[in-house]
């Protein structure tokens, strides 16, 4: 698999959360056995605007190859996709979520190694 391809995978799937986030955050939490009080939903809402920063950023980097802003963003997410795996792990082994958080922990899991494959790569 080619770095931009796997830049436009996790851009899709961190627009596709991030709207839904800022859009109806309640009912993307309930789908996981989730309720939000208000603060939950402004803090879910301001993660979601987090995500389409994100991927945002990502389609638009996905063709610059070889730059050294495209290596430092790569990093970037390798490390956030790597503590993004341990906290989404921790939180569905003390039961936080229901069956559907551990699509969570995949999602980093294999996000991470890839990035991690792209950052370490020579």
Partial sequence: MKLSTLMVIKAIIVLIFGIGFVVI???ILSLYGASLDPVGTLMTRLFGAAFILLGVLLWQAKSDAGSQA?????LGIFIGDTIGFVIALLGQLSGVLNALGWLNVALYFLLAVGFGYFSFKK
């Fill in 70 to 74: 495209l290596k430092a963003i790569v």
């Fill in 25 to 27: 955050p309640a009912p």
